[in-house]
């Protein structure tokens, strides 16, 4: 990948996100800052070494619902990056995961296994898991970069991103990857969770797709590992 997404270029998309799906930008700085007291210095080493162990080409994995048939097709050789929910299926099919990019919706104990293993974890705050980043964040044992959507505090980051799956991406780009193999990404379908509006998540969706155009034309490679 050449060009990560700048913070300048990402925030105006954040401020349109936020009006559309009325969120709350003091939420969202209240739940950084909690993020921000519980992981202290930790995350610019982490991110780091990050950088350092991070090879030129990655398979990104998202979370559709066909991630585990996909997956079959493609194989799962090199430097696997997991969308939150994908670690779960990733771990099921015992592929090892080394980086995951989370907001903790997904089965978080799995996550904190995969951490447990030396896994890279970007961890993200937003307004709406302030809890979940209470409970969990400590329970992470590997190396952990906490990242948030709003400008962050210190310690924390912002890449760009959007959902877990193009803030992966996102992250990626600005960890030097030149090529990201995407597998498990299904804007039209997204996958059901429980008590979670499905039209809802088809507009994030659509947003997650403009943030992965957008890097396409900055020169990210984002290529789908289905077309090789």
């Known amino acids: 990948m050449r060009e990560p997404m700048k913070l300048d270029d990402w925030l ?25 007291n519980l992981l202290g210095n930790k995350g610019a080493t982490s991110l780091e070494n990050a950088r350092k162990a991070i090879p030129q080409t990655v ?22 990056v997991a969308a939150d929910g994908a670690t779960s299926v990733l771990a099921d099919a015992d592929i090892r995961v080394d980086m995951i990019v989370t907001d903790l919706d997904g089965i978080i104990e799995d996550q904190v296994e995969a951490s447990s293993r030396g896994a890279f974890v970007f961890l993200h705050a937003h307004g709406d898991n302030r809890l979940a980043v209470e409970k969990w964040t400590k329970k992470f044992l590997g190396p952990v970069i906490g990242t948030c959507q709003c400008p962050p505090p210190k310690g924390l980051y912002n890449f760009g991103g959007f959902t877990d799956g193009d803030r992966a991406a996102c992250i990626c780009a600005e960890l030097g990857v030149r090529t990201a193999r995407l597998v498990g990404f299904d804007f039209d379908n997204p996958a059901e969770k429980r008590g979670k509006n499905g039209e809802v998540k088809k507009r994030k969706l659509r947003w997650a797709q403009t943030i992965l155009d957008r890097l396409r034309a900055d020169g990210v490679q984002l290529v789908s590992a289905l077309d090789e």
């Open 12 to 36: 105006p998309m954040y401020e349109a996100i936020c009006r559309e799906f009325g969120f709350s930008v003091e939420s969202d700085r209240a739940c950084a800052e909690l993020l921000s």
């Open 59 to 80: 398979l990104l994995c998202g979370g559709s619902a066909e991630l585990e048939q996909e997956l079959a097709s493609v194989g799962t050789s090199g430097f696997v």
